[in-house]
Nanobody, 127 residues
């Protein structure tokens, strides 16, 4: 059983910062791409950011470019999402996800392409 556990969610004021972490366990996640998705009340889950295992390839939702930064540790089993200049529109449940990409450098944005998911962590931005 693969486990992805998010942490770091909470309340933050508009303009503030928050950092989310996701730790993978249960297996070695070599060649896995890791990503972040979010879902606001009454809305579909949307892609936020993702990072490849190697090559430093990243992708971001347009509305978070320049504000959010995704990174992963040396072993590749922990992924982070640094969120700066946060807005009320960023309020959502944030999910960590992983996919076995093999040697592919293509970072996917569709939730359907990710086979492993965390439980989600609530992020609320107040105005």
């Amino acid at each position: 059983q693969v486990q992805l556990v998010e942490s770091g969610g909470g309340l933050v004021q508009a303009g503030g910062s928050l950092r989310l972490s996701c730790a993978a366990s249960g297996r070695t996640f070599s060649n896995y791409h890791l990503g972040w998705f979010r879902q606001a009340p009454g809305k579909e889950r949307e892609f936020v950011a993702a990072i490849s295992w190697s090559g430093g390839v990243t992708r971001y939702l347009d509305s978070v470019k320049g504000r959010f930064t995704i990174s992963r540790d040396n072993a590749g089993n922990t992924v982070y999402l640094q969120m700066n200049s946060m807005k009320p529109e960023d309020t959502a449940v944030y999910y960590c996800a992983a996919r076995n990409a093999g040697t592919s450098r293509l970072v996917m944005t569709s939730p359907a392409r990710y086979g492993y998911w965390g439980q989600g962590t609530q992020v609320t931005v107040s105005s």
